[in-house]
């Protein structure tokens, strides 16, 4: 049983009390929450040992620190193109995509602004400031990535008639990551280095080795959280 929450035109809970209404106002800020967190963690490169050594991946998965939070906003874009459709998703990307320029502008801004302590600030600029190529990497990545993720949960839900929920999370969300991945490490380290000349240029043995291993975890997170996008729906859904 649905909530009881009116809902507007747009699909819109017009009760602010409503599960329905609540459930958005969370699912967004969790959208939001993990993204600004992704670009404030980009800077930081991971390396997760495994069991065993893979080839090509080796016997740890390097990755950036972002990979985790990131992985956050598929989940919740998931839950909420379930639950509130195709439009409402949509606008949540592509507004959150606008906003990754307020994040950006006022980090740099903090930055550029005199500092009190020389010292800390050249240290806080180090751990903050990202790479302009690691920036537009990370752009493109999102834009084409998250509208993927939202078109095919949506293509995949009209086909089956708004059954398997399973179905349509894996497979937005397993093609959006790969996308994100292949995007991200290929502009962030092929493309801006050798056409924009900002960064460094990886060799390609590298550049596949960090697709590989990133796209493996966040595979693994979207299998993990399938369960969860259920529990989360239901809970709204009452």
Same mark, same amino acid.
């Given at each position: 049983?649905?909530s009881s929450?009116t ?10 009390t409503?599960?329905?209404a609540?459930?958005q106002v969370?699912l967004l800020?969790?959208f939001v ?5 992704s670009q404030?963690?980009?800077a930081?490169?991971l390396a ?14 390097a990755?950036?620190?972002?990979a985790v939070?990131?992985?956050l ?8 193109a379930e639950?509130y459709?195709?439009r %409402? #998703? ?7 995509? @606008?906003? &990754?320029? $307020? *994040?950006?502008?006022?980090v740099?801004?903090?930055?550029a602004?005199?500092?009190?302590d020389p010292?800390? %600030? #050249?240290?806080?600029a180090?751990?903050l400031a990202p @790479?302009? &190529?690691? $920036? *537009?990497?990370?752009l ?5 990535s ?5 078109i095919?949960f949506?293509a995949?839900?009209?086909r ?6 399973w179905l ?7 093609t959006s ?12 380290f ?6 924009l ?7 390609t043995?590298?550049?596949?080795s960090?697709?590989l ?10 299998v993990?959280d399938?369960p ?10 009452g």
């Amino acid at each position: 049983m649905r909530s009881s929450g009116t809902r507007g035109a747009a699909g819109t809970p017009t009760d602010p009390t409503s599960t329905a209404a609540i459930g958005q106002v969370a699912l967004l800020a969790l959208f939001v929450t993990a993204l600004v967190t992704s670009q404030l963690t980009a800077a930081k490169i991971l390396a997760i040992p495994i069991p065993i050594t893979l080839p090509v991946i080796g016997p740890e998965i390097a990755l950036p620190g972002a990979a985790v939070a990131y992985a956050l906003t598929f989940f919740a874009s998931d839950c909420y193109a379930e639950l509130y459709g195709r439009r %409402a #998703a949509q606008v949540m990307v592509n507004v959150a995509f @606008a906003m &990754n320029f $307020v *994040v950006l502008a006022l980090v740099w801004s903090t930055i550029a602004a005199p500092a009190d302590d020389p010292e800390f %600030a #050249a240290t806080f600029a180090a751990a903050l400031a990202p @790479a302009t &190529n690691i $920036v *537009v990497g990370s752009l493109l990545a999102y834009l084409v990535s998250q509208n993927w993720d939202v078109i095919v949960f949506h293509a995949l839900r009209d086909r089956t008639d708004g059954a398997h929920l399973w179905l349509r999370n894996l497979v937005s969300t397993a093609t959006s990551q790969a996308i994100d991945t292949v995007i991200f490490v290929g502009v962030a380290f092929v493309v801006a280095p050798a056409v924009l000349g900002i960064g460094v240029t990886l060799p390609t043995a590298v550049v596949v080795s960090l697709i590989l291993g990133q796209y493996l975890l966040k595979l693994l997170i979207a299998v993990v959280d399938t369960p969860f996008v259920y529990l989360v729906v239901r809970a709204v859904r009452g």
